[in-house]
């Protein structure tokens, strides 16, 4: 892992990682799915950057996480 990163105040519940970062520096990415729980406030919106090299090769990952606000609900949805 080189580097990785969280904004507006979300922190990663990732053992090890520090502040504003989702992973410990120098962590190893496994193949599989990693799930990185994230604590934020229900308003915010956050953006989480991941950049990592795999085999020389550079490789990065940037995730929009949106607030309640950016998905307000304008009229009802009636499930049919």
Request: one cysteine or more; charged letters at 20%.
């Given at each position: 892992?080189q580097?990785?990163?969280?904004?507006?105040?979300?922190?990663?519940?990732?053992?090890?990682?520090?502040?504003?970062?989702?992973?410990?520096?120098?962590?190893?990415?496994?193949?599989?799915?990693?799930?990185?729980?994230?604590?934020?406030?229900?308003?915010?919106?956050?953006?989480?950057?991941?950049?990592a090299?795999?085999?020389?090769?550079?490789?990065?990952?940037?995730?929009?996480?949106?607030?309640?606000?950016d998905?307000?609900?304008?009229?009802?949805?009636?499930?049919?």
């Amino acid at each position: 892992m080189q580097h990785s990163f969280l904004t507006r105040g979300a922190v990663s519940k990732f053992e090890g990682a520090d502040t504003h970062r989702i992973l410990p520096v120098g962590y190893k990415l496994n193949t599989e799915t990693l799930r990185i729980p994230i604590a934020r406030e229900a308003d915010n919106a956050v953006v989480a950057t991941i950049r990592a090299i795999h085999e020389g090769v550079e490789h990065s990952c940037n995730v929009f996480i949106p607030g309640e606000r950016d998905f307000a609900l304008t009229t009802p949805f009636v499930a049919r």
